[in-house]
């Protein structure tokens, strides 16, 4: 065959299901293909989140999941990594190879993320990180991540006890101090950490140790049935979370001892983070939690934001921080300052409680 009658019957085959498809007529046997394609503004977005290990987490997943709906535009391919990264770059890759639109990731630790976050980049997806962090070497690897300061909530909270104690005559050498970690190398661990390390070596606070409790109570209590066996002096805990916080209470009151923040007269005061699991809430209103730094989860919305931005050709934010409260229940310190700023103390009561919005 010429190559002039090749092209010529080539044209005339396009031309003809041209016509076919503006005409809209379906060839035989397509039909079933036409249901399994999805159709073209449906935004696919695959979201690895990191595990369930706290209140705070379950809270973010409903919110990414009360967002990404069918009814707002979106297939939601949601992945629970039960705290294991291996698990999170096994879901990002099985994102890649189903050319999801946008991937989501939640990362359990800082480190790792270069090799997993490239291949995205390879296939052209834009990654967008929430709540902690990656360290990588390249940050074009990620579109932007949102989240919270967690250094800066740490410092809050470590503020606000120095306030209290100023307030209640309590020498800072007199503060023998514990810190229960979350799960380490995770930024809301590091950054948490971090914020108590600095003030407390800034008040000089006696540090008597530091344990890890992972963000859940069954860690937090076997750290602190630990801390209690090994040293009797310890009358503040600073909980890297509120469920943590629980477990210590539990095991502070099963000792015999008070939670409480009047450690001048033997109570031992409790400071955490988060303010979402109501019992927590409620344990600060009646007394055994002194001071909790608020950690926002509700990022669903904010990461649609950045989704929607980038649609319409806008380039978000690289990081975007989200404004946070510190809660307590008294008046003692109505306000901190901290790098030239003030932020406003939140005094809880019981009608808090019924209108909780978690
Ligand atoms: O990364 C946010 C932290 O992770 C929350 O404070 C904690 O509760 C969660 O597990």
Redesign the pocket.
């Known amino acids: 065959m010429s190559d002039f009658l090749f092209r010529k019957i080539i044209s005339i085959i396009l031309s003809v299901s041209l016509l076919c498809s503006l005409a809209g007529c379906t060839p035989a046997g397509d039909a079933e293909a036409e249901s399994v394609v999805t159709p073209d503004d449906i935004i696919v977005v695959g979201f690895s989140q990191l595990g369930a ?5 379950s809270a973010n997943t409903e919110s990414m999941k009360s967002v990404f709906t069918k009814e707002n535009g979106y297939e939601l391919i949601f992945e629970d990594a039960q705290q294991k990264q291996t698990n999170q770059i096994t879901a990002i890759r099985s994102f890649i190879q189903r050319d999801v639109d946008y991937i989501v990731l939640a990362p359990v630790t800082e480190t790792g993320w270069d090799t997993v976050l490239s291949e995205a980049k390879e296939a052209g997806i834009p990654v967008i990180i929430v ?2 962090q990656v360290e990588v070497s390249d940050d074009s690897l990620f579109t932007c991540w949102v ?2 300061d ?1 250094e800066l909530e740490g410092r809050k909270v470590c503020m606000w006890m120095s306030k209290y104690f100023a307030k209640n005559g309590v020498n800072p050498s007199d503060v023998h101090i514990v810190d229960i970690q ?2 380490l190398g ?3 661990q590091i950054g948490r950490t971090k914020g108590f390390d600095h003030m407390a070596s800034l008040y000089g606070w006696d540090v008597v140790t530091h344990e890890v409790g992972d ?1 859940t109570k069954s860690k937090a209590k076997e750290a602190m049935f630990a801390i209690l066996r090994n040293y009797d002096n310890v009358n503040v805990v600073y909980c ?4 943590e916080a629980l477990g210590v209470i539990e095991v502070l009151e099963a000792s015999g001892r008070k939670c409480g923040s009047n450690i001048k007269d033997g109570e031992t005061m409790v400071v955490s ?2 303010g ?1 699991n109501k019992q927590a809430v409620s344990s600060l209103v009646a007394g055994q939690i002194s001071c909790i730094g608020e ?1 926002n ?1 509700l990022h669903g919305p904010r990461v649609e934001s950045v989704i929607r931005k980038l649609r319409s050709g806008q380039e978000p934010y690289k990081y975007q921080y989200v404004n946070e409260k510190i809660y307590t229940n008294s008046n003692a310190v109505p306000s901190i300052m901290l790098g030239g700023k003030e932020y406003g103390v939140t005094v809880l009561n019981e009608s808090d409680l019924y209108e909780w919005p978690y």
């Open positions: 290990e706290s209140d705070w987490r709540d902690r989240g919270s967690f979350g799960t995770s930024t809301a963000f890297e979370n509120d469920n983070f988060d979402i950690c989860p």
